[in-house]
């Protein structure tokens, strides 16, 4: 297992063995869904887009570069540093409602915490 090993995975999905720390990264709770169904270790809204920013987002007032930039600029070192910890200590599962992964914020999400890992170990070499 590589230190930054970042999954993405859908809430329905079933968890697995090979998913390591499972991370809710929604602002609201899946319908339907209990917590011990989960087998989640956190629910961390905190890296979640603005409801305004996804608003416009979902609704087509701003184009996915747009949304990315603004959700870049959203994201604080302080709300993504839990994540980069788990990150650094084994696999990562990022857990997500959306129906589809590629065309949320989970994989800028992924990306962010990547880029600060990698920037950490630059800086420590």
Do not use: C
Not at 8 to 24: I, M
Not at 32 to 48: N, P
Not at 112 to 117: D, F, K, M, P, S
């Amino acid at each position: 297992m590589l230190i930054g090993d970042v999954h993405l995975k859908r809430v329905y999905q079933g968890s697995s063995d090979h998913d390591g720390a499972r991370w809710l990264v929604d602002p609201v709770w899946p319908r339907g869904k209990r917590e011990e169904d989960l087998a989640l270790e956190k629910w961390y809204r905190a890296v979640s887009p603005s409801s305004r920013l996804r608003r416009a987002w979902r609704g087509g007032e701003i184009d996915q570069a747009t949304f990315e930039r603004r959700y870049r600029q959203e994201l604080t070192a302080g709300d993504i540093e839990p994540l980069l910890a788990r990150a650094r200590q084994q696999r990562l599962t990022l857990i997500s409602a959306e129906r589809n992964l590629n065309e949320s914020h989970l994989p800028i999400l992924r990306e962010v915490i990547l880029e600060a890992l990698r920037e950490s170990d630059a800086l420590e070499a």
